[in-house]
C-alpha cells in the first residue's frame, strides 16, 4: 500500500515573488523618471517656443512697419537722430500716415516691473489715441533682451534699409535659461 502522493502544487514561492516585486519596482521607478524628465523638458521647449514666437513677433511686426515707412533714423543715445548708422539703439520712421513711429530698446535695469525691454511711441494725427512709450516685448520675467541693435543704411542713391539685431534669453523656472539671437532687415517699398 502506498500513502498519499506528494503532489506538488504549481506556483510561485515567497521568494520569487518578492524578487520579482523588487525587480518591477526598480523598473518602474526608473521609468518614471524618466518621463517626469521628459514632461519636464517638454513643458520647457513649450515655453521657449511660445516666448520665441512672441519675439519674433514683435520684431516682424517692427519691420513690417519699417517697411512701409520712409525717412529711417537712428540715434545712439535716444536723442541724436541720424539718417545713418550702425548699433543704435532707437529706430524712427515715418509711416504711411505721416506719424512718426519711434522703437528704442532700454536695457533691463531701466525697465518699470512688468515692462518689456523694447518699447515704442506713435506721435502724430493718426496715432488712434495711443500715448506715451508702450511696451512691445514680454515682461522680463519672461524675456530678458540684452541686447538690441538698429542700424540704417542707405542714402541719395542706395536703397534705404534697417538691420535689428536682438541677442537675449528666457528663464526658465528651475534657474536655468536658453540664450537667443535674432536678427531681421528690411527695406523701404517705395523709392523717394
Given at each position: 500500500?502506498s500513502?498519499p502522493?506528494?503532489s506538488?502544487?504549481?506556483?510561485?514561492t515567497?521568494?520569487e515573488?518578492?524578487?520579482?516585486t523588487a525587480?518591477?519596482?526598480?523598473?518602474m521607478?526608473s521609468?518614471?523618471?524618466?518621463l517626469?524628465s521628459?514632461?519636464g523638458?517638454n513643458?520647457?521647449?513649450?515655453?521657449?517656443?511660445?516666448?520665441?514666437?512672441n519675439?519674433?513677433?514683435?520684431?516682424?511686426?517692427?519691420?513690417?512697419?519699417?517697411r512701409s515707412?520712409t525717412?529711417?533714423a537712428c540715434?545712439?543715445?535716444?536723442?541724436t537722430?541720424t539718417?545713418?548708422c550702425?548699433?543704435g539703439?532707437?529706430v524712427?520712421?515715418?509711416?504711411?500716415?505721416?506719424?512718426?513711429?519711434?522703437?528704442k530698446?532700454?536695457?533691463s535695469?531701466?525697465l518699470?516691473?512688468g515692462?518689456?525691454?523694447?518699447?515704442?511711441?506713435?506721435?502724430?494725427?493718426n496715432?488712434?489715441?495711443?500715448?506715451?512709450?508702450?511696451?512691445?516685448?514680454?515682461?522680463?520675467?519672461?524675456?530678458?533682451?540684452?541686447?538690441?541693435a538698429?542700424s540704417?543704411?542707405?542714402g541719395?542713391?542706395?536703397?534705404?534699409?534697417?538691420?535689428?539685431?536682438?541677442?537675449?534669453f528666457?528663464?526658465?523656472?528651475?534657474g536655468?535659461?536658453?540664450?537667443?539671437?535674432?536678427?531681421?532687415?528690411?527695406?523701404?517699398?517705395?523709392?523717394?
Amino acid at each position: 500500500m502506498s500513502g498519499p502522493a506528494h503532489s506538488r502544487e504549481k506556483g510561485f514561492t515567497l521568494v520569487e515573488m518578492l524578487v520579482a516585486t523588487a525587480i518591477f519596482t526598480v523598473v518602474m521607478t526608473s521609468a518614471i523618471g524618466a518621463l517626469v524628465s521628459i514632461i519636464g523638458a517638454n513643458d520647457r521647449s513649450q515655453s521657449l517656443k511660445t516666448v520665441m514666437d512672441n519675439v519674433s513677433f514683435a520684431v516682424g511686426q517692427m519691420a513690417r512697419g519699417i517697411r512701409s515707412g520712409t525717412s529711417y533714423a537712428c540715434s545712439i543715445d535716444g536723442t541724436t537722430w541720424t539718417a545713418s548708422c550702425s548699433g543704435g539703439s532707437a529706430v524712427q520712421y515715418l509711416d504711411p500716415s505721416g506719424d512718426t513711429i519711434e522703437y528704442k530698446f532700454l536695457q533691463s535695469s531701466a525697465l518699470a516691473p512688468g515692462m518689456g525691454n523694447l518699447e515704442t511711441l506713435c506721435t502724430g494725427a493718426n496715432c488712434a489715441g495711443v500715448s506715451g512709450w508702450q511696451s512691445v516685448t514680454a515682461p522680463t520675467s519672461t524675456v530678458t533682451i540684452t541686447n538690441m541693435a538698429f542700424s540704417v543704411y542707405g542714402g541719395a542713391n542706395v536703397q534705404p534699409r534697417v538691420v535689428i539685431t536682438a541677442t537675449g534669453f528666457v528663464p526658465f523656472k528651475n534657474g536655468t535659461s536658453t540664450e537667443f539671437d535674432i536678427e531681421t532687415a528690411a527695406s523701404e517699398r517705395l523709392r523717394n
